[in-house]
Nanobody, 124 residues
């Protein structure tokens, strides 16, 4: 049974940083793409970043490019999202997701597994 557990959310001021973690368990994720999505109140879930577990190819939404970095730690089976220069518009619940295959998808309905989410709030 696949489990994705996010952590690291919290309250931070504009310009601050947070690092989100997603601990993955239940299978070998070598042939998976891991993604981070976010959903603000009243808005649809949107793509933030993704990484191919094997090879490390990354892809980012334009809104976070240059500020966020996605990475993996194979030994810990964990995916990270380092978020710098945070803005109030980054406030949302952040979700980790896993998609079997090598294609980096940005549509949430493509992803097979999801975590429970972690709240990130950026104050102005």
């Amino acid at each position: 049974q696949v489990q994705l557990v996010e952590s690291g959310g919290g309250l931070v001021k504009t310009g601050g940083s947070l690092r989100l973690s997603c601990a993955a368990a239940g299978r070998t994720f070598t042939n998976y793409v891991m993604g981070w999505f976010r959903q603000a109140p009243g808005k649809e879930r949107e793509f933030v970043a993704a990484i191919r577990w094997s090879g490390g190819t990354t892809y980012y939404a334009d809104s976070v490019k240059g500020r966020f970095t996605i990475s993996t730690d194979n030994a810990k089976n964990t995916v990270y999202l380092q978020m710098n220069s945070l803005k109030p518009e980054d406030t949302a619940v952040y979700y980790c997701a896993a998609n079997f295959g090598l294609h980096i998808a940005t549509m949430p309905n493509v992803y097979d597994y999801w975590g429970q989410g972690t709240q990130v709030t950026v104050s102005s």
